[in-house]
């Protein structure tokens, strides 16, 4: 199984630039459009529910896919990038596709971070 829980908090950690980066391509520059109040309570919420759902997310998904894999076959990047899909494909049926895409993405880049640090030495 290899050392998961390091490699889930830095797969979390990692894409959370990348969910800061979002939200300030949504939100704008905060001192142009609106006062620095505004955004950092906007902010906060943002990252809190990143970081909720991320959290829900492996224990529901990740950690039971990842068991699994290294149960019945070779731990291959190919899998863990195939669970972001097969996330996409079911948030697109269910969510509509902006959803998916925006929480498929942040999904398969948290599997493929998992993926390099859960069994690097």
């Known amino acids: 199984m290899g050392n998961w829980n ?20 949504e939100l704008g520059i905060p001192v142009l459009t609106y006062p620095i ?5 906007i902010f906060g919420l943002f990252t809190s529910v990143y970081l909720a759902l991320s959290v829900i997310g492996w224990l529901m998904v990740g950690l039971p896919f990842h068991w ?14 195939l669970s972001g899909v097969l996330i ?6 269910f969510g509509g596709f902006e959803a998916a895409i925006v929480f498929g ?4 880049f948290q599997a493929m ?3 390099f640090y859960v069994f690097k030495s």
């Open 6 to 25: 390091g490699a889930i908090i830095r797969s979390i950690g990692w894409v959370l630039i990348f969910v800061i980066a979002y939200s300030f391509y």
């Open 37 to 41: 109040q505004d955004f950092i309570v």
């Open 68 to 81: 699994a894999v290294c149960k019945w076959s070779k731990s291959r990047y190919l899998y863990y990038l």
């Open 88 to 93: 996409i494909l079911v948030l697109t049926i």
């Open 105 to 108: 993405l942040t999904a398969t």
């Open 113 to 115: 971070v998992f993926r």
